[in-house]
């Protein structure tokens, strides 16, 4: 099960988490990634320390780098940036989440590297975008994507203080964003024999992120209200806590149809003819009444409990409010792939899945991710093999 990218040659010159996101997908999706280090690695191998891991591994890392092949380049010497070109000379893609000015001063620019592979699917992830005054500043997804566009304000609630972001949620939905660029152009390749620069940022990522809003606001100069539980205009959207403490979310968006079953589901048939609640404009406008009869209403029963009497009408939708431990319990997460097998000697390592499968081409991961420099004798090999 080699993947459906299977013989296409990677190398990736990344980072903490962005970069080395969209070559960990392509890894899993068959490509050979070779990935460019200094002598002090990728800082992310420090994620396991930093995070109070006592063992030495990293599991953050561990999820962005298997299946790759680690090489230690010193990109600040000539004889490392020979290499890191040599490498590039036959390559199908180049990954990189590096700044553009130290990717200019180092030879490793979109331009010049072209120069030598025309052929070359270059992929770029940046802070804020290639041009403009922040055009090379440095950024984390807390800052570029979280912050500036617009996320952890979305996420305030009135009065509170903004809620903070979870490793690398824009990181990795930059690294989709970006191998499905990469995909893109390489099947623009088939056709016109060129590579080409792709590109994203995690500013775009962010705001492409909460475009719900931004589009409401840019077609309309209307604000989208942050919502509160309290207060939420559709009762129907909106979480509630069960007798045992255990919350979960109504999803009942379309008026009609999932009004209904949930009075039904809480025993409250009247409701539907009741004027206060008949019509979905008078349940916003009775709301805080609605949710209060609501919250009396689920704190009667577990969570257990009212899954069973959801689970009698199809027409309702609803899920738990899950913590970590919860997903990884969860049958369905793991019925519908969620976790990967990673060999590993002579066993296997659990590791969250990329979000993608192929039924022609299935994938499968190889390797855990490589030592520091693992791989850089067999690399250097074959390109001198390759030279020869």
């Known amino acids: ?21 969209a070559g960990g997908i392509l890894a899993d999706w068959g490509a050979d990634v070779v990935k460019i280090e200094p002598p002090t690695g990728d800082p992310a191998r420090m994620f396991g320390r930093m995070l109070g891991i006592e063992d030495g591994s990293s599991p953050p890392f561990e999820m962005d780098n298997r299946g790759k092949r680690s090489v230690v380049l010193d990109l600040t010497t000539e004889p490392g940036r020979v290499s890191a070109l040599e490498l590039l000379c036959d390559a199908d893609v180049f990954l990189t989440n590096v700044r553009p000015g130290a990717l200019r001063r180092i030879g490793l620019d979109f331009a010049t590297v072209a120069a030598s592979n025309p052929a070359l699917v270059y992929g770029l992830i940046t802070g804020y975008g290639e041009s403009g005054p922040d055009a090379d500043r440095a950024a984390y997804d807390v800052a570029a994507f979280w912050a500036r566009a617009g996320l952890a304000h979305l996420l305030t609630r009135p009065g509170q203080t903004p809620p903070f972001q979870r490793g690398g949620m824009g990181d990795h939905s930059a690294g989709m964003t970006l191998a499905a660029a990469v995909c893109a152009a390489l099947v623009a390749r088939t056709r016109t024999g060129e590579g080409q620069l792709v590109s994203t940022s995690l500013y775009r990522q962010g705001a492409y992120t909460v475009s719900f809003d931004l589009n409401t606001f840019l077609l309309t100069g209307h604000c989208i209200a942050i919502g509160q539980r309290e207060t939420m205009g559709n009762p129907c959207m909106n979480n509630y806590a069960a007798r045992d403490g255990r919350r979960f979310w109504i999803v009942g968006l379309e008026a ?34 609605l949710i209060a009869e609501l919250d ?50 002579d066993s296997t390592v659990p590791m969250v899945a990329s979000p993608a499968d192929f039924s022609g081409t299935p994938w499968a991961p190889r390797s855990p991710a490589p030592r520091l420099g693992e791989h850089t004798e067999q690399v250097l090999a074959e390109l001198r093999a390759r030279d020869a």
Not at 1 to 21: H, K, S, T
Not at 259 to 287: F, I, K, M, N
């Open 1 to 21: 099960m080699a993947g459906p990218l299977e013989g296409i040659r990677v190398v990736e010159l990344g980072v903490w988490v962005a970069g080395p996101a």
């Open 256 to 289: 009609g149809r999932h009004w209904p079953p949930l009075c039904r589901a809480v025993g409250r048939p009247q409701w539907l003819t009741d004027p206060r609640y008949e019509t979905a404009r008078s349940r916003a406008v009775h709301a805080v009444e």
């Open 296 to 345: 009396e209403i689920f704190a009667t029963r577990t969570l257990d409990e009212w899954a069973q009497t959801f689970a009698a009408e199809p027409e309702l939708f609803w899920a738990p409010i899950n913590s970590v431990e919860d997903v990884v319990a969860d049958e369905q997460f793991h019925a519908a792939g969620g976790i990967v097998y990673v060999p590993d000697g």
